[in-house]
């Protein structure tokens, strides 16, 4: 397989990787890649520096990779739910204000989701 590393323009050390079929020269083998189709044959750029390595290296499938990544989405959908009631960027300027701020963000987000059960839940019993 063809590499070599080089600076990213991203800031990063990256290494390319090339498709083994086709560089140095291209041999007589094929492959069913649709970038092959094309004459460019897989390509990646890798970020070979410690964190680059490490989100390669995760195990996705543990239960402590699983449980972050959870923590993760609902911290996302909480962020989501905020900026949609235009209340995501805090226009305060002290640590406390903005704890505060945040406390009433989510009384707001499970308030609104309280409606909803309650509504689906009268909707259900109403024929």
């Not at 600076?7 to 140095?24: I, T, V």
């Not at 995760?58 to 990544?69: A, D, H, M, P, V």
């Not at 909480?78 to 009384?107: C, D, F, M, W």
Request: proline fraction near 3%; aromatic fraction near 8%; hydrophobic fraction near 30%.
């Amino acid at each position: 397989m063809s590499s070599y590393e080089y600076n990213h323009s991203n800031g990063y050390r990256a290494q390319l990787l090339c498709c083994p079929k086709l560089f140095p020269t291209k041999t007589a083998e094929i492959c069913t890649h649709e970038q092959f189709a094309k004459g460019i044959g897989c390509i990646k750029h890798i970020n070979i520096e410690a964190g680059g390595w490490m989100r390669v290296q995760i195990n996705r499938q543990s239960e402590t990779y699983k449980q972050l990544y959870k923590q993760r989405t609902a911290a996302e959908r909480i962020n989501s739910q905020a900026k949609e009631y235009g209340i995501e960027r805090p226009k305060v300027r002290t640590g406390h204000s903005v704890v505060n701020l945040n406390t009433l963000t989510y009384i707001v987000i499970n308030a609104r989701a309280l409606q909803r059960v309650r509504n689906s839940k009268s909707q259900a019993r109403d024929p």
